[in-house]
Antibody, heavy 118, light 107 residues
């Protein structure tokens, strides 16, 4: 069974850095793209970017390019989303999701709530 | 980026009803369209991919069709667990984009 388990909720101040994680199991981690999706409070879904853990090829949405860094550690089947300097607009739930063979988002993590507040 | 326009934004219906949600794209995407369901406080779930293919485990009361720029999701005989928000999304090209969502509420 494919499972994506994300790290727990985080509270940070503006300007702080943060990395959240997504641990995959139940499939060959290096063979599927894995992506991140943002959902701001009471808002819709926004695709942030994806990474192919096999070779670390990464694609970003123009809206998030330069704002976040997506990475992966294939030795522990884990993908990461990193901010070097958080802003108030980063308050959201962030989901990781696998891009399946047939279509993106065939499996989702449970979400990580990030709250940025002074 | 490809713009996705869903309609309606919200919809009230009763258990047993048939409902249809529409998604229009700003350019042709062949059939590279999916539909996700999201319940409050939960992660989204993929229902449909390739415009009309049912994801494994999704009840057959869900169906979808379309190609090019116009797509529909239909739910026949609504069940209590179907009341949720539905999103279309395209993976024709990057960035992947979502519709704004359709909130399906109990009448």
């Amino acid at each position: 069974e494919v499972q994506l388990v994300q790290s727990g909720a985080e509270v940070r101040k503006p300007g702080e850095s943060l990395t959240i994680s997504c641990k995959a199991s139940g499939y060959t981690f290096t063979s599927y793209w894995i992506g991140w999706v943002r959902q701001m409070p009471e808002k819709g879904l926004e695709w942030m970017g994806i990474i192919y853990p096999g070779d670390s090829d990464t694609r970003y949405s123009p809206s998030f390019q330069g704002q976040v860094t997506i990475s992966a550690d294939k030795s522990i089947s884990t993908a990461y989303l990193h901010w070097s300097s958080l802003g108030p607009s980063d308050t959201a739930i962030f989901y990781c999701a696998r891009h399946g063979e047939l279509f993106p988002f065939d499996s989702w993590g449970q979400g990580t709530l990030v709250t940025v507040s002074s | 980026a490809i713009q996705m326009t869903q309609s309606p934004s919200s919809l009230s219906a009763s258990v047993g009803d048939r409902v249809t949600i529409t998604c229009r794209t700003s350019q042709g995407i062949i059939n590279d369209l999916g539909w996700c369901q999201q319940k409050p406080g939960k992660a989204p779930r993929l229902l449909i991919y390739g415009a009309s293919s049912l994801q494994s485990g999704v009840p057959s009361r869900f169906s979808a069709s379309g190609s090019g720029t116009n797509f529909t999701l239909t739910i026949t005989s609504l069940q209590p667990e179907d009341f949720a928000t539905y999103y279309c999304l395209q993976d024709y090209n990057y960035p992947i984009t979502f519709g704004q969502g359709t909130r399906l509420e109990i009448k």
